[in-house]
């Protein structure tokens, strides 16, 4: 499968704390996309970063792509409690459609 | 704010009814798309338009009918559905399909089937 595959599958933290999630895939990508969902509701795009991309930021995100490892890394900086949600990688694989991961869920204690 | 709108929010069917999803965008997308996503799973995808014509079926089965009648609406027709297809429906749109564009989700259609 070329789905993406994330870690941890949940995550609790303290409000104020960084949250890591990772992302791992198995085939070459075009690019990947970081997307959030909060509970029962539709997802909203966070990030896009192309294969010739190493880091990109956006607000407290901070997304690194590492294409000889196949993976790719999603930080939320100085978390809130609005951060609780789960969060997707896309993979797009060249002439293919995205493949989402099985998801982290991050709970931000308050 | 999603620009992609899907109605209605929350569906409740027998298994015997016959009822249909909405979904519309007013971005010039040229892909749309259906997803299934069942509780703390990821979304799975169902079926791509792209320029009004199905270009993926991922093997739904045929009580899942979708249509495109224009470039901004989709629908997904739904007839003797069983319990198991309880789950959120996501209509989403891109620029193109296979371009590696952004894909820009509704707030999904919660579909119950008793």
């Known amino acids: 499968s070329q789905q993406g595959e994330e870690d941890p599958q949940a995550l609790s933290i303290q409000e104020g704390e960084n949250a890591t999630m990772n992302c791992s895939y198995k085939?070459?990508?075009?690019?990947l996309q970081w997307y959030r969902q909060n509970s029962g509701r539709g997802l909203v795009h966070l990030i896009l970063?192309?294969?010739?991309?190493r880091e990109k930021h956006s607000g407290r995100l901070r997304v690194t792509l590492d294409t000889s490892k196949k993976s790719s890394s999603l930080l939320i900086t100085a978390s809130r409690a609005a951060d609780t949600a789960s969060y997707f990688c896309?993979?797009?694989?060249?002439?293919?459609?995205?493949?989402f991961g099985p998801g982290t869920r991050l709970s931000v204690l308050p | 704010d999603t620009e992609v709108t899907q109605t209605p929010k929350h569906l409740v069917m027998g298994m015997t009814n016959k009822k249909s999803l909405k979904c519309e965008q007013h971005m010039g997308h040229r892909a749309m798309y259906w997803y299934k996503q069942k509780a703390k799973k990821p979304p799975e995808l169902m079926f791509v338009y792209s320029y009004e014509k199905l270009s993926i079926n991922e093997s739904v089965p045929s009580r899942f009918s979708p249509e495109c009648p224009n470039s901004s609406l989709l629908n997904l027709h739904l007839h003797a559905l069983q319990p198991e297809d309880s789950a959120l429906y996501l209509c989403a749109s891109s620029q193109a399909q296979f371009s590696g564009n952004t894909i820009y989700f509704g707030e999904g259609s919660w579909l119950t089937v008793v």
């Open positions: 970063i192309r294969s010739n991309e």
């Open positions: 085939t070459s990508i075009n690019n």
């Open positions: 896309a993979t797009d694989h060249y002439g293919q459609n995205f493949v």
